[in-house]
């Protein structure tokens, strides 16, 4: 019988990243006074070894060995931990990390990166790295040749039963090598007075007719070893009938083990993400639906009140009614908290990201993190990692300026970064703040020039910090290993607004920069206004919509005779009209007739034209790309109140669309 | 068939172990450190413990030791779950009155034919 353990793979990867996360701010923070935080590390690299090997990732569980092996060094206190230690064991981590992921989703490991890590190793180790592997497969080829039949002598301690190991259980497994024949020996058997119920006084001699070699009978003893004297005799060659076969061939006694099929693959399988949930969440909303349970019966009551409907009811089925809709309102609160994880989950890997880019770049630099508690949705900082972290480096590599510049300007030689994060009004306000140099107006507007940029000497400053985020702009002179390349700030910015958030800059020269980052709660309800066209409802995301207004005919224009214009407070928007965006046959064909919503959107603002403005709606998220196809200008689907389903608009995608037609 | 005690922090070696032990038709009992273990041992009869040696709260050498002090579990067979190989581990865990050892990585067979040798 061989079972399928590969069902538990997802789990054990699941528990191996958090082991590596937990090893890895452990080892950020190492603090020698502190011995469980060592065992707590050394535990996890443990794990990850044991488990690596059961589940089949026998190169993890191989590299593993040789961080477990310093770990349990050090946790011994054999020797002291230091940079040099806990640089490699960070490397090693990584490696660790690398080859899991490469393992779940079928990517290749860093192999260059595997083999200097673990030479690092096997250096502080001490150990020559060589016999990676095999060095297990073939120890019994030089094992002697088997026997025909073997003497055993038997004679266990007294003790040996109080480990729980029974004599008896011993020698019947020995019946698996082939024909025994025992004799028990009760010679030092004690008078019934003195005799102790609990201890083995008896002894055996054992003859067993088999090839099996020593080192396979021994290995039945393997747990006993030291709790009782064993002897082995070889019989020699029997003279007369040749032996029996040994029976059900060559045991297994565990020392060579057998590696589990194929685990990459069975990893693949188990790819569905799963969340962890603090119990107490799931109670509540238990709790929540057994009080909906009370609500529903109540109204029931009021419902079957058999004859004719007491108006002294009415007063009850409002009451019901009230409970109700707040009983929902807190269900749905509750099911949307179970997504929602703390933003620690990544603002833990920055301790890291600052350390070695500080390192790497020979800055000093201090992080501060606040809010790590601020929960949001699971989604959304499995989106923020990204963007954040290249805020983060871009911090480091451009803000903060070198010890010697930073103390001739009168700061302190230590550069501050600073994440924070906070509820705001509906929103997750995510801020990496620098006390670095700040943005150079001068330089941007110069490099924006140079790159065919619309910019003026008189824009606001806010225009110019807003540079950054133009695609392929980049103002560091020279392009560094770790920015510079002019892919980041644009891409940052797309990220979050992907994700229906905003990003905002402030800089001051000489004092530093501000990035904020504002986000919806989660990715599943948005804010929406719903507008209509001809016979049909769309939904626009609050954070879109600044104002609508109803257009007089000297307000609207044509630019060269094609782009509509609307003109407003001195300025002229693109007009888009919806219902030629789509299709619909609208209510009304004149702008002058209609309502013009002016929305924000990343390249300005835009004019909306539809029919008519409906009600403020919190809207579910449905995709439409999982359900149909991806559609320009429509970022997903809703099913509204009256059943029918809504569109939901993608303003920045409706204003490009515009651009290519 | 047996009830069987499988100690480990590591919720995928227990779910693995409890998998395996349960296909082979034995009643499972689970616990996430030493510490849960004796508490688990004490509020039912166990036939078998296996359990892991490195786990926070308590580890599994010292569970052995607790365990061998309960008159209930004087006999009672006691593997040891152990990525160390080393002499020392093994005859640590023998000095607190551990039966035998599992040495991890193991695939379900190996742990069902060790299971089944300390079962009789």
Known sequence: MTLDVSQFVGVFLEESFEGLDLMEAGLLQFNEDDPEAVNSIFRAAHSIKGGAGTFGFREVSDFTHGAETLLDQIRQGERPMNREISDTLLCAVDCIRDMLRAASDGGEADTARLLETRAAIENLLGTPPAEAAGQDAVQDAEQAAAACGWRIVFKPHADMMKTGNDPLRLIAELERFGPLSVKTRADALPSLSDMEPEACHLHWEIELQATADEAELRAVFDWVEDECELRLESLGASSDAPLPAPAGGRPDTGGTPAVAARPAESARRNDASSIRVAVEKVDSLVNLVGELVITQSMLNQVGNANGEFDVAQVERLREGLGQLERQTRELQEGVMGIRMLPISFVFSRFPRVVRDMAGALGKSVELRMEGEETELDKGLIEKLADPLTHLVRNAIDHGIESAEQRVAAGKPAAGQISLKAYHQGGNIVVEVADDGAGLNREKLLAKAASQGLPVSDSMPDRDVWALIFAAGFSTAEKVTDISGRGVGMDVVRRNIEAVNGRVEIDSAPGQGTHIILRLPLTLAILDGMSVHVGDQTYILPLTAILESIQPSTEQLGTVGGVGRVVHLRGDYLPLIALHETFGVEPKARRPEDGIVIITAASDGRAALLVDGLGAQHQVVIKSLETNYRKVPGISGATIMGDGKVAMILDVDMLLRLRHMH | ?120
């Not at chain 2, 069987?4 to 395996?20: E, G, K, N, P, Y």
């Not at chain 2, 349960?22 to 004796?38: P, S, Y």
């Not at chain 2, 023998?94 to 079962?119: E, H, M, S």
């Open chain 2, 1 to 120: 068939m047996a009830k069987i005690l499988a100690v480990d922090d590591s919720a995928s070696m227990r779910q693995m172990l409890a998998f395996t032990l349960q296909h082979a038709g034995h009643e499972v009992r689970e616990a996430d450190n030493g510490k849960a273990a004796l508490d688990a041992a004490q509020a039912g009869a166990v036939d078998l413990v296996i359990s892991d040696v490195n786990m926070p709260v308590m580890d599994g050498i010292t569970l052995v030791k607790s365990l061998r002090g309960l008159p209930a579990f004087r006999f009672t067979p006691i593997l040891l779950l152990t990525t160390e190989s080393s002499p020392e581990k093994k005859s640590e865990g023998k000095a607190a009155g551990a039966t035998g050892w599992i040495v991890k990585p193991f695939n379900p067979d190996q742990l069902l034919a060790t299971v089944q040798r300390v079962l009789g």
